[in-house]
T-cell receptor, first 112, second 114 residues
Framework: QKEVEQDPGPLSVPEGAIVSLNCTYSNSAFQYFMWYRQYSRKGPELLMYTYSSGNKEDGRFTAQVDKSSKYISLFIRDSQPSDSATYLC????????????FGQGTILTVHP | NAGVMQNPRHLVRRRGQEARLRCSPMKGHSHVYWYRQLPEEGLKFMVYLQKENIIDESGMPKERFSAEFPKEGPSILRIQQVVRGDSAAYFCASSSSGTAYEQYFGPGTRLTVT
């Protein structure tokens, strides 16, 4: 079983839609949860990180963590064409908080 | 530019040559991380370094790969005797000392082995 499962998509939505991106994980030692955005041929950009279960909001983005189900989500409200990118979930924890474990990434396209 | 800097951005090497990738962390950051992104695969952790110290190298291949972060100067990822399978994007990230999970990435170095 992979430590992190993320549906690669691709996901295509119209501008203005609410986007839901999801990941599941199997390692109970994971404690910090991150979402990154990566544009084509660029480095990943940290969008949000969270520690506890519950929701964390930042502008149009909301990260949701359910530790009991080992499930995390990223919601994007009022999606824009500029949100078109690959979204990566990541975890840290266990023996080293510096070692991030990434999902495969979900390719998102927001069309005008 | 206060972000993470990597150079070169593109590197072409022939099989058997050495590749040296450089990374300067974000201003104020003392921890550096290297990741590799192979075509059609996700980001994979390679190594975690502080100044003059390797903290976690559990993701480094056992042979031909080494990394350092000297007291002065950038972090270096070195790949000896490159093979075609080493062709990938190599990303460096940095963090401050108290928040190792909060990593900021550089633009990457794209290595092509011919």
């Amino acid at each position: 079983q992979k430590e992190v499962e993320q549906d690669p998509g691709p996901l295509s939505v119209p501008e203005g839609a609410i986007v839901s991106l999801n990941c599941t994980y199997s390692n109970s030692a994971f404690q910090y949860f991150m979402w990154y955005r990566q544009y084509s041929r660029k480095g990943p950009e940290l969008l949000m990180y969270t520690y506890s279960s519950g929701n964390k909001e930042d502008g149009r983005f909301t990260a949701q963590v359910d530790k009991s189900s080992k499930y995390i989500s990223l919601f994007i409200r009022d999606s824009q064409p500029s949100d078109s990118a690959t979204y990566l979930c990541a975890w840290a924890g266990g023996t080293s908080y510096g070692k991030l474990t990434f999902g495969q990434g979900t390719i998102l396209t927001v069309h005008p | 530019n206060a972000g993470v800097m990597q150079n070169p951005r593109h590197l072409v090497r022939r099989r058997g040559q050495e590749a040296r990738l450089r990374c300067s962390p974000m201003k104020g950051h003392s921890h550096v991380y290297w990741y590799r992104q192979l075509p059609e695969e996700g980001l994979k952790f390679m190594v975690y370094l502080q100044k003059e110290n390797i903290i976690d190298e559990s993701g480094m291949p056992k042979e031909r790969f080494s990394a350092e972060f000297p007291k002065e100067g950038p972090s270096i990822l070195r790949i000896q005797q490159v093979v075609r399978g080493d062709s990938a994007a190599y990303f460096c990230a940095s963090s401050s000392s108290g928040t190792a999970y909060e990593q900021y990435f550089g633009p990457g170095t794209r290595l092509t082995v011919t």
